[in-house]
């Protein structure tokens, strides 16, 4: 460059220059906020049309094929049963694969390599393969027909890898330190990780797990694809009743042409929301008071 | 003195017992993969037994569930591509702005609001985005394109850009940020204003990482479900026009299933079929991401 002090631009380059920057600047203001009004608009749609339906009757009603007498109850109970069903398969196993990934293998042996990329694919596999796998596999194969049973499986081996996901990031955290403080005092790897690591990533695992879990209750298509009903006039009572939940309910009602079901259906979306509102919360809360408790 | 190693032999054996349960556990989740392959394999096998594999992969017409059958898959291929590219055009630069925005100008406060809105903005189920698309977007787009019919391709895409968004965004903005702050002074100190500094200096460091994040991005626009059965129609056809409705591969299995087709029949081995193709066309998607990401993160680490 060169040392004259006179070499600095001229001042209309230097306008154009800022102008570039303000304009970056102010498109990615725009950007910024496709999403966000996007989110309001969408909210404020499914408010305006959906909360004059919103009532007792019509969350302890079964569906009908009168729009203002159907209500919600069987596709919430529904969901409440396939989301539990879900937990109580999923948790126990990803939680013991990620302490085996993180805890256990060998980090660049060729087994834990391949399960992890295997573990990474499946995360990124459509939700629908899924049904189609619960399908062939579940309903048809182990004979459980459209079944709650089957509904929670196939939901289980959709939401495991994003608990073994979110379990492996909650054990990463925990510091090593305590690992070898607990190995000093002679215990041995599974009581480290039971009596120590555990506990102390609990509560990240814990929100984990419910964010996974909230992903699992909006899905429409994987229960879908293995037969859940759309008409379902009673509230499952065991593992083997039909059921349908309230995603699914929601899409029987939107393709309904007549208005008085699309506002069934945003009330039903209401509902949903709620669910994942009170799901998330719970998770939110939960975290801060174990950490709390903790320190 | 007998006791304590008899203790010590049973707690190495339950040490041994508790580390091959956990093992089996994460093994497991090889047999799901295996699982899928083999169930979509199988069904997809049988079916091409009765129809001829270049009928299924080059016929233009996809008839199964009429009396006069075709097994042309292209009309459903050429949906799911249609609706993606739709949801490209709005994810790729919306989001890549915004990962812009976050990264190299907004203060904190901004990204602390921001980013927060942008995971409830992915958390939404696909549903409420279908309802959304279907009674909100597309009566709007209708009032000034008036050739739009009820069922199209252009507002599911659109709606579907937009649930894509936070995650090219997010992933977009983790790449501009891994990229080191030398670089970023290094062009400031030859002049550069922060648009420069951004779009020539940053923007193609972290350009492998971007391109992940976008070709994560196709292959879930090419999965999702919901908004393409509920907003585009179920009328497969070979078409590059936006305006009418068509079909896309996963609307077509969802049609299938909310239908009574008995199983074994060939019209119930279509979805495996078409199922097939969309595995297909996902896992390579992802693995060709994983490989940019990988590759990114070597270039940084």
Redesign the interface.
């Given at each position: 460059m060169t040392s004259r002090v006179d070499a600095i631009p001229p001042v209309r380059t230097e306008i154009v220059?800022?102008l570039?920057?303000r304009?970056?600047?102010g498109?990615?203001?725009?950007?910024?906020l496709?999403?966000?009004v996007?989110?309001g608009?969408?909210l404020f749609?499914?408010f305006r049309?959906g909360f004059g339906r919103l009532s007792w009757q019509f969350l302890t009603s079964f569906p009908s094929r009168r729009a203002s007498d159907a209500g919600i109850y069987a596709a919430l109970i529904g969901s409440l049963y396939v989301i539990a069903l879900t937990a109580v398969i999923a948790i126990?196993?990803?939680i013991?694969?990620?302490?085996?990934?993180e805890e256990?293998?060998n980090r660049r042996g060729r087994?834990a390599r391949?399960?992890e990329?295997?573990?990474?694919?499946?995360a990124?596999?459509?939700?629908?393969?899924?049904?189609?796998?619960g399908?062939?596999?579940f309903v048809?194969w182990m004979r459980m027909g459209p079944s709650v049973l089957a509904g929670a499986s196939t939901l289980a081996?959709l939401v495991?890898?994003v608990v073994?996901l979110a379990t492996r990031e909650a054990l990463r955290a925990v510091p090593g330190t305590l690992r070898e403080g607990s190995y000093a005092l002679g215990a041995?790897?599974?009581q480290t990780t039971w009596h120590q690591v555990l506990p102390a990533a609990f509560p990240s695992i814990l929100t984990g797990l419910i964010l996974a879990l909230?992903?699992a209750?909006?899905?429409?298509?994987p229960l879908?694809?293995?037969?859940a009903l759309?008409y379902v006039p009673f509230a499952p009572n065991s593992i083997w009743s039909p059921f349908t939940v309230l995603?699914i309910q929601?899409?029987n009602w939107?393709?309904r042409p007549q208005a008085a079901f699309?506002e069934n259906?945003?009330a039903g979306?209401i509902v949903?929301?709620a669910v994942?509102l009170i799901m998330?919360g719970t998770a939110i809360a939960l975290r801060d008071r174990l950490q709390k408790w903790r320190l | 003195m007998m006791s304590r190693s008899m203790r010590g032999r049973a707690r190495r054996l339950t040490e041994f017992v508790i580390e091959r349960l956990l093992f089996v556990c994460a093994a497991g989740s090889i047999l799901v993969t295996a699982g899928i392959i083999l169930v979509l394999a199988f069904e997809t096998f049988e079916f091409l037994r009765e129809v001829p594999i270049t009928e299924f992969l080059f016929g233009t017409v996809w008839t199964p569930l009429f009396s006069d059958k075709h097994f042309g898959i292209l009309p459903l291929a050429a949906g799911t591509l249609l609706i993606a590219s739709i949801a490209m055009i709005v994810a790729l630069p919306s989001g890549l702005l915004t990962a812009i925005y976050l990264s190299e100008y907004a203060p904190p406060g901004i990204r602390r609001i921001v980013r927060p809105t942008m995971e409830v903005l992915a958390g939404v189920p696909t549903v409420v985005y279908g309802y959304f698309a279907l009674l909100f977007v597309t009566p709007i787009l209708q009032s000034f394109l008036p050739g739009l019919s009820g069922f199209n391709a252009l507002t599911p895409g659109i709606v579907m850009g937009i649930m894509i968004l936070p995650l090219v965004s997010s992933l977009s903005e983790d790449a501009l940020r891994s990229v080191p702050n030398g670089l970023r002074e290094g062009a400031y100190a030859l002049g550069a204003t922060r648009m420069q500094a951004a779009l020539r200096v940053v923007v193609p460091a972290a350009l492998s990482g971007i391109s992940a994040a976008a070709v994560l991005a196709v292959s879930r626009a090419i999965g999702e479900t919901m908004i393409v059965a509920i907003a585009a129609g179920q009328q497969p056809r070979l078409t590059l026009d936006p305006r009418v409705p068509i079909e896309a591969m996963t609307a077509y299995i969802v049609q299938v299933a909310l239908g009574d087709t008995p199983a074994g029949s060939l019209e119930y081995r279509t979805i495996f079929a078409v199922g097939m193709m969309l595995f297909i066309s996902t896992f390579t998607l992802n693995l060709i991401s994983n490989w940019l990401r990988e590759r990114f993160r070597e270039e940084y680490a």
């Amino acid at each position: 460059m060169t040392s004259r002090v006179d070499a600095i631009p001229p001042v209309r380059t230097e306008i154009v220059r800022h102008l570039g920057d303000r304009l970056l600047a102010g498109f990615g203001i725009l950007a910024t906020l496709l999403g966000l009004v996007t989110l309001g608009a969408l909210l404020f749609d499914v408010f305006r049309d959906g909360f004059g339906r919103l009532s007792w009757q019509f969350l302890t009603s079964f569906p009908s094929r009168r729009a203002s007498d159907a209500g919600i109850y069987a596709a919430l109970i529904g969901s409440l049963y396939v989301i539990a069903l879900t937990a109580v398969i999923a948790i126990p196993v990803g939680i013991a694969a990620a302490l085996y990934l993180e805890e256990y293998a060998n980090r660049r042996g060729r087994v834990a390599r391949l399960i992890e990329i295997n573990i990474a694919n499946l995360a990124g596999v459509p939700s629908i393969i899924y049904g189609l796998l619960g399908l062939g596999l579940f309903v048809r194969w182990m004979r459980m027909g459209p079944s709650v049973l089957a509904g929670a499986s196939t939901l289980a081996l959709l939401v495991l890898p994003v608990v073994i996901l979110a379990t492996r990031e909650a054990l990463r955290a925990v510091p090593g330190t305590l690992r070898e403080g607990s190995y000093a005092l002679g215990a041995t790897k599974w009581q480290t990780t039971w009596h120590q690591v555990l506990p102390a990533a609990f509560p990240s695992i814990l929100t984990g797990l419910i964010l996974a879990l909230s992903r699992a209750i909006g899905e429409t298509a994987p229960l879908i694809t293995i037969g859940a009903l759309t008409y379902v006039p009673f509230a499952p009572n065991s593992i083997w009743s039909p059921f349908t939940v309230l995603p699914i309910q929601v899409f029987n009602w939107v393709s309904r042409p007549q208005a008085a079901f699309a506002e069934n259906a945003a009330a039903g979306i209401i509902v949903l929301l709620a669910v994942l509102l009170i799901m998330n919360g719970t998770a939110i809360a939960l975290r801060d008071r174990l950490q709390k408790w903790r320190l | 003195m007998m006791s304590r190693s008899m203790r010590g032999r049973a707690r190495r054996l339950t040490e041994f017992v508790i580390e091959r349960l956990l093992f089996v556990c994460a093994a497991g989740s090889i047999l799901v993969t295996a699982g899928i392959i083999l169930v979509l394999a199988f069904e997809t096998f049988e079916f091409l037994r009765e129809v001829p594999i270049t009928e299924f992969l080059f016929g233009t017409v996809w008839t199964p569930l009429f009396s006069d059958k075709h097994f042309g898959i292209l009309p459903l291929a050429a949906g799911t591509l249609l609706i993606a590219s739709i949801a490209m055009i709005v994810a790729l630069p919306s989001g890549l702005l915004t990962a812009i925005y976050l990264s190299e100008y907004a203060p904190p406060g901004i990204r602390r609001i921001v980013r927060p809105t942008m995971e409830v903005l992915a958390g939404v189920p696909t549903v409420v985005y279908g309802y959304f698309a279907l009674l909100f977007v597309t009566p709007i787009l209708q009032s000034f394109l008036p050739g739009l019919s009820g069922f199209n391709a252009l507002t599911p895409g659109i709606v579907m850009g937009i649930m894509i968004l936070p995650l090219v965004s997010s992933l977009s903005e983790d790449a501009l940020r891994s990229v080191p702050n030398g670089l970023r002074e290094g062009a400031y100190a030859l002049g550069a204003t922060r648009m420069q500094a951004a779009l020539r200096v940053v923007v193609p460091a972290a350009l492998s990482g971007i391109s992940a994040a976008a070709v994560l991005a196709v292959s879930r626009a090419i999965g999702e479900t919901m908004i393409v059965a509920i907003a585009a129609g179920q009328q497969p056809r070979l078409t590059l026009d936006p305006r009418v409705p068509i079909e896309a591969m996963t609307a077509y299995i969802v049609q299938v299933a909310l239908g009574d087709t008995p199983a074994g029949s060939l019209e119930y081995r279509t979805i495996f079929a078409v199922g097939m193709m969309l595995f297909i066309s996902t896992f390579t998607l992802n693995l060709i991401s994983n490989w940019l990401r990988e590759r990114f993160r070597e270039e940084y680490a």
